[in-house]
């Protein structure tokens, strides 16, 4: 896990809001049913737990899906009155919750509340015949909140009011077992202005540090720019990017998802992999689109000059599209895809570390342009 996602040394003694790492990340989707077979299918992920109807809940369905250290919880509402599905009109399919794993609930509740957050969730105890959890939940950016999850005590399939449910689906004969292992960083886009207030947030109330900052010239095109400040808790474990727009000469792909999103919300997740060939030939075998990266970008001895060494050949990345970055610790590999959805809101990372803390500052200029290509094409730039 220290290769795969970056960790650091880190003693959490004297952290007043101790994270140990990400619990679940929670969707709500227009349909839940046909979404979790859609991730099974596509991306890999092994359906671990069910909760709906049938179990007494009938408000909606909730689909546990897995995939190594990565848990998704997949929402879609049946009651049309009910507060899920007034979510889904407004945003569309995203991520209601980044549920984060701490070791002591009431003591982060109590340091959050001392500093300002506001509290959605109380500490309290549910429980079933596998033992006991104890959950709360803050506000966050928008609509998002974070559950605060300490599961020390339960030996479920998620959580009380779930029950443990597999896939009749079977997996292609060859396929990995796992296309991606591990949650690397979740990415907010917030209003312009509000970026500092959130970064301090996540200072003041979590504990978290600042991490990397990119401004001017390192996060801008000829056309757009964004600004972005990265936090992060004490081991790195739960890293959270941050952007809010900056003026331009054009919309920004955070001006867009704010639109879309209808207000701020998490941009995309960042999904750790030990092999991102194998991922990229897969998904894109399934149908998976990913942006397109131009062959100028692979041959420009400046891109040759500073990557270095990388463990596959550059014609490898650029038959691949995967882009490629190196600083002080190492370098990375990465790619992105298109919107997951209806919406040009949520869409994911691939991200194979070695060594690299970074979040592939080099690329921003490429990666940036390609996306307002996609914004061209979808008449939002």
Known sequence: MRQLVGLVEYDPAGDPFPVAGWDAVVWSVGNATQAALYYQVVFGMELVAYS?????????????LRSGAVRFVLKGGTDPAGSLLDHHRRHGDGIIDIALEVPDVDRCVAHARARGATVLEEPHDVADEHGTVRVAAIAAYGDTRHSLVDRSRYRGPYLPG???RSSGYTKPAGE???IFQALDHVVGNVELGRMDEWVGFYNRVMGFTNMAEFVGEDIATEYSALMSKVVASGNHRVKFPLNEPAPGKKRSQ?????DFYRGPGAQHLALATNDILTTVDVLRAKGVEFLDTPDSYYSDPELRARIGDVRVPVEELRSRGILVDRDEDGYLLQIFTKPLGDRPTVFFEFIERHGSLGF???NFKALFEAIEREQAKRGNF
């Open 360 to 362: 592939g500052k080099g």
């Open 52 to 64: 709906g109807p049938e179990t007494g809940n009938r408000d909606h369905h909730a689909y546990v």
């Open 162 to 164: 779930y029950v443990a």
């Open 254 to 258: 955070i001006d867009e998802f704010l």
């Open 176 to 178: 990995p077992r796992r």
